[in-house]
């Protein structure tokens, strides 16, 4: 039987920043579409949608998805994907609340792409430390991620 993870990620501020602009931001209002700035977001290696609901005290939606990979296979390919150009910015920080479910891995890799994401780059993980409650979490980009048409960025599940 494949085992199910669900991954929640609320982006009241799910932003691409420099200083305090905002270049792009995604509240799932409309779900894909961006509330700020330009960019695509997508969903990756077969996940779902779960739902988009208010999270308590949260003036943007969550957006969770299901059906990721059984754990024996496919680490590192199913979750979130945003692309957006960070043309003319520099000091790019990515930041976005998360928050799993009882079924999920407690782990998530966080990866970029300079070219469109024809190839990817770890950053980091977050050692484990998925939560049920939702927790922040803000990472700044190395400087090959500034003024770059062709930026990505992926929150994926690592088992």
């Known amino acids: 039987m494949r085992k199910l993870y669900t991954l929640f990620l609320v982006a009241t501020f799910c932003g691409f920043t420099q200083a305090q602009t905002t270049l792009t931001q995604w509240t799932f209002e409309n779900v894909t579409t961006p ?5 695509t ?4 290696g077969g996940t779902n949608p779960a739902n988009t609901s208010f999270p308590s005290g949260s003036t943007g ?7 990721f990979p059984n754990d024996t ?15 003319g910015y520099n000091g790019i920080t ?19 792409s300079t070219n469109g994401g024809s190839n990817w780059t770890i950053l980091n993980n977050n050692n484990g430390d998925l939560t049920t ?7 700044t980009l190395p400087a ?12 994926v599940s690592i088992f």
């Not at 939606?61 to 059906?67: D, F, G, H, P, V």
């Not at 990515?94 to 970029?112: C, I, K, L, P």
């Open 41 to 44: 977001m997508s969903i990756i």
């Open 35 to 39: 509330s700020t700035g330009t960019g």
């Open 61 to 67: 939606l969550a957006y969770s998805i299901k059906n």
């Open 133 to 139: 409650a939702f927790g922040l979490k803000s990472i």
């Open 94 to 112: 990515v930041s976005f609340y998360v928050n799993g479910h009882n079924q999920s891995s407690r782990w998530q890799q966080y990866e970029y």
């Open 144 to 155: 090959s991620c500034d003024n770059n048409p062709n930026f990505a960025f992926r929150i």
């Open 73 to 87: 296979s496919n680490s590192g390919s199913a979750g979130f994907r945003f692309n957006t150009s960070t043309a």
